[in-house]
């Protein structure tokens, strides 16, 4: 299961290895398509990459902090590092090729 992570939290969790946090709110629309890709995403990558999601009405400081404008947005980092940072609804093959190149 895709790890629900808040503003404390989000350091912590991405500061090793390569993650994925999904930045989203219950009332976007291609939030919600997006949350199956990534589900499932995280069935087959979960051993070498970790998957976070993180409500920004919730927790709004990490995304105010990177300047995230739009959601969805997926922020991918490599040992504490962000990447590569993907905005809207993309397929899962397209996140996976994406994560592909941090891998």
Known sequence: ?????????????TDSGVT???????WCGPCRMQTPAIEEL??????TVKFSKMDIDQNPATAQSFGIMSIPTLMIKKDGEVVDTIVGY?????????LAKYI
């Open 90 to 98: 993309h397929s899962k093959d397209q996140v996976k090729e994406v």
């Open 42 to 47: 995280e069935q087959e990558m979960g051993e």
């Open 20 to 26: 994925l946090t999904d930045f989203w709110a219950t």
């Open 1 to 13: 299961m895709v790890q629900a992570i808040t503003d404390k939290e989000f350091e912590t969790v």
